[in-house]
């Protein structure tokens, strides 16, 4: 076969309209069907999932407007040299895509999205907004035991709206989905690592986004059928370089941009668009009496590399080196956000590992709502075409 | 550019300078003498546990902002972005790099010493995180510590954010301060510095609270910067700094008997036309020439977020000898960039009546988005809830790209004069201000 199998396709379809489906239907018609049911939304990068869907909630990724919603109030908010997802989220948040949401969760990556929990306060947005001030201390009875803390409090915040009490089987059988969910993402990227002409990086940030829209358990079936069908042989290799992402983990980059990558002669075979779905690296155990302990567990010892943590003793540009590696690729394009402090102050460090480890890399700013790609595509090209000349 | 003249100096003053030429000098021979560094950051510093060891604290934003008042920062700034930093990214962290990559000459010309210890006291700004990821890697090898302070996300602090820090007091930072320090923390030391601590919080209580007369004997912003130095950094807890608030407590009341108004730069201002709250650190470049703007306008700023920064003593927060390390955590959260917008705006608001401001001003600061970010949106809900003309600038701390004088005094300008047009219709209609 030298086609993608049609059945991909539209699943390819499905997934792009949900990624982009800034008004959440999908999501919010899953919370008409029962009065109990709650939609938490959270933004980059990381909540544990698990603990909403332990409560009869649907946890929704807020990924920011992007370039499929014209900001008119959102600019009034923010300065010019603030970066541009905050004013994204704040014009829907004024607008109705976040109407019929219960709450608000807003995990502690960096200041505006800390003040945004703020303005979400002041604007009466959400039953509860919550800054999710995950610990930067990392043993288990101190950074451990307020963590536990903090996600019991979500837990209060959540029980107080619904009135469902999340049981240990409840969040075993939460912990268990989500495994899955991380294996099959984890799959996808293995067989792209491969064969990454199966799956643009386009169609892959579909898939993943699009599963912040939905029940993990749809998603999970949509991961197994992709998985299956991109483990047949089709296709044809192109002359391309392998490269790795870094530093998009929040705002997100316009499609445009991964596909003028892409076009530029460079498969993406790992990034970090995504980030928060691929969070916790490896599985959770989900048959403990004590499944919280495993949920806080797995947040002190299995996150990803990430600028939002404290890494002195687990360095991310080591990290970064040896996803390289393992990844088999050829180089790094930093692609962080405009006035992103924690993508941009991370940069120096990693792009000095890179070069320590002899990785070449190359590096460009976006704006999640750029229209302009040709000079990225151009900078991409030249990357690419150096890199070949020299392997 | 404007002319400023040379600066009147108060015996506070005078005290002040000589504090910080020996501390500077204490750093310069700190390695002969064997005196263990420490660098750390002012928002939420645990200095009385630096002191009561022994130990000789540096404040990479100290430095930073003298380079600013030096002229040095651009260069710096300059030197930190060709080794990769982004021109986005917060200004102070990067003149603080380009400093260390010139050879990390303090303010007085002297190198400042290498750091023994690196304390990360994480309070109310994300940046601090990554400027200590980075100096660790400027210094590899040195010991570090961590202090997460938790946000008041909720308005409040809350027991387990107590208990949390405590724990990383007690179990790591501490130990960690004993092994570079080479002594066990002495607690009845720290206990008495606490004390004067407090003592000294309750001076500069009353000076902050002089603004309060009509008209206000002090600028709560420009002068207040330098009134919060010693409190909020290397001599907290300290009989000098105790010393220091006590005569600039006795000149300030002195100034008030007499109805004088706040000294400037050029000596004493002679009328007091607008009260201002102002939101937001100052630009240190170009330090006197913004503040000139002001006084030659006569607007005193009666009330300020920024000399919060160090801590919200005026809200009731002071250091108690008795809960040594309970007291430390709650001074950490209690900074003003960790409360939350909706806390920002009512302390806003709260400075805004009791202070009898004629108008609320931002001075947003383009690096820094634990300040700016949401800003606009408090303009909005205080200019709803208090009626009073709002302003809004831009600049920076260290980054002179970024600090347009002319349209800055062009802004300013308009804005006082919607002040004055607004005073005037309103004595017209016999309203107070
Ligand atoms: S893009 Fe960067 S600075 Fe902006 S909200 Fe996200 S993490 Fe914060
Ligand atoms: S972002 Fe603001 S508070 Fe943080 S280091 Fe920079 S100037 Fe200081």
Redesign the interface.
């Known amino acids: 076969m030298t086609e993608a199998p049609d059945r991909l396709k539209t699943i390819l379809d499905e997934c792009k309209t949900l990624a982009f489906d800034l008004n959440f239907t999908l999501a919010k018609d899953w919370k008409k069907e029962s009065s109990d049911r709650l939609l938490v939304g959270y933004l980059p990068i990381y909540v544990p999932r698990e603990i909403i869907h332990a409560a009869n909630g649907l946890p929704v990724g807020i990924m920011g407007a992007g370039d499929r919603k014209q900001i008119i109030k959102g600019d009034?908010?923010?300065?010019s040299?603030?970066c541009h997802l905050?004013r994204g989220i704040v014009e829907m948040a004024l607008d109705t895509n976040l109407e019929n949401f219960d709450g608000f969760l807003f995990p502690?990556?960096?200041?505006?999205v800390?003040?945004?929990?703020?303005?979400f306060?002041?604007?009466k947005k959400g039953k509860f907004t919550?800054?999710f001030?995950y610990?930067?201390?990392f043993?288990k009875?101190?950074?451990g035991?307020?963590y536990r803390?903090?996600i019991e409090t979500i837990l209060q915040d959540m029980y107080q709206i619904n009135g469902v009490k999340v049981t240990p089987e409840k969040l075993n059988h939460a912990i268990g989905l989500y495994n899955t969910n991380r294996q099959l993402i984890e799959a996808i990227y293995n067989i792209r690592q491969d064969a990454p002409w199966r799956l643009s990086a386009v169609d892959t940030y579909h898939i993943l986004r699009a599963g912040l829209t939905i029940p993990v358990e749809k998603h999970n079936e949509i991961l197994q059928e992709v998985v299956t069908l991109i483990g047949e042989e089709y296709g044809e290799p192109l002359d391309n370089i392998r490269i790795v992402v870094s530093g998009s983990f929040c705002e997100q980059p316009p499609i445009g941009l991964i596909k003028s990558v892409e076009m530029a002669g460079c498969y993406i075979v790992d990034d970090d668009f995504m980030l928060g779905s691929r969070w916790i690296q490896g599985d959770m155990d989900n048959s403990t009496s004590d499944p919280l302990n495993e949920i806080v567990d797995g947040f002190l010892t299995k996150s990803a590399p990430s600028?939002a943590v404290?890494?002195?003793g687990n360095p991310k540009g080591a990290r970064l080196v040896k996803l390289v590696k393992e990844r088999n690729a050829d180089g790094v394009i930093f692609c962080?956000a405009?006035?992103?402090?924690?993508a941009?102050?991370?940069?120096?460090?990693l792009?000095?590992s890179c070069d320590a480890g002899g990785i070449a890399h190359i590096n460009f700013?976006f704006h999640e709502n750029t229209g302009q790609f040709k000079v990225i595509k151009e900078q991409a090209g030249t990357f690419s075409d150096s890199i070949k000349l020299w392997v | 550019m404007a002319d400023v003249k040379e600066a009147v100096k108060e015996k506070s003053m005078v005290i002040q300078k000589e504090m910080l030429a020996n501390l500077f000098t204490e750093l310069s021979t700190a390695k002969e003498n064997g005196k263990k560094v420490v660098y750390t950051f002012v928002p939420g510093n645990i200095t009385e546990l630096i002191l009561a060891m022994d130990m000789l604290p540096v404040y990479p934003e100290i430095n930073a902002l003298q380079s600013g008042m030096r002229k040095k920062s651009g260069s710096y700034i300059k030197d930190a972005e060709k080794?990769?930093?982004?021109e986005?990214?917060?200004t102070y962290?990067k003149c603080d790099i380009g400093m260390m990559l010139n050879g990390n000459i303090g303010p007085t010309g002297e190198k400042l010493p290498e750091p023994d210890l690196l304390l990360?006291s994480?309070t109310g700004?994300?940046?601090f995180?990554?400027?200590?990821?980075?100096l660790?890697?400027l210094y590899p090898g040195v010991e570090?510590a961590?202090l997460?302070t938790?946000?008041q996300?909720?308005g409040k602090i809350t027991e387990?954010?107590v208990?949390?820090m405590v724990?990383?007091l007690k179990?790591?930072v501490i130990p960690k301060m004993e092994k570079v320090a080479g002594k066990k923390l002495d607690y009845d030391r720290l206990s008495k510095m606490l004390e004067n601590s407090s003592k000294a919080e309750d001076l500069w209580v009353q000076v902050l609270q002089s603004a309060k007369n009509v008209p206000s004997p002090i600028d709560a912003y420009f002068a207040g910067v330098y009134y919060m130095g010693p409190l909020n950094t290397a001599f907290r807890g300290t009989e000098i700094a105790l010393e220091y608030y006590q005569e600039l407590h006795n000149e300030v009341f002195e100034r008030m008997k007499l109805g004088l108004h706040p000294v400037t730069p050029e000596g004493e201002m002679k009328e007091e036309r607008f009260r201002l709250v102002v939101e937001g650190p100052p630009n240190w470049t170009n330090f006197r020439e913004f503040w000139k703007i002001f006084y030659d306008m006569g607007a005193v700023i009666v009330a300020s977020t920024y000399t919060k920064v160090g801590g919200l003593y005026d809200q009731g927060f002071r250091h108690d000898p008795e809960k040594p390390l309970e007291s430390l955590a709650k001074y950490c959260m209690g900074c003003y960039t960790n409360l939350?917008?909706?806390q920002?705006?009512d302390l806003l608001e709260h400075y805004i009546k009791e202070y009898k401001a004629d108008g609320f001003l931002i001075n947003?600061i383009?690096s820094c988005?634990?300040f700016?970010?949401?800003?606009?949106?408090m303009m909005r809900?205080i200019e709803q809830r208090c009626g009073i003309p709002v302003g809004f600038i831009?600049s920076d701390l260290v980054d002179p790209r970024y600090f347009s004088y002319a349209n800055i005094k062009n802004r300013l300008e308009s804005y006082f004069q919607m002040l004055g047009q607004r005073k005037v219709i309103m004595e017209q209609e016999g309203q107070t201000v």
């Open positions: 009034a908010y923010y300065q040299y603030i905050p502690s990556i960096c200041d505006c800390r003040n945004l929990s703020g303005m306060k002041l604007v919550r800054y001030d610990p930067q201390n043993e009875h101190i950074g035991t307020f803390e903090l600028s404290y890494d002195v962080a405009s006035f992103c402090d924690p941009l102050l991370d940069r120096p460090e792009q000095k700013q | 080794v990769g930093f982004s986005d990214v917060c962290v990360l994480y700004c994300f940046t995180m990554k400027w200590f990821e980075n660790e890697r570090i961590m997460h938790p946000y996300e909720d387990d954010q208990n949390y724990k990383q179990e790591d939350n917008l909706p920002r705006v947003s383009k988005n634990s700016s970010a949401g800003q606009l949106l809900e831009e």
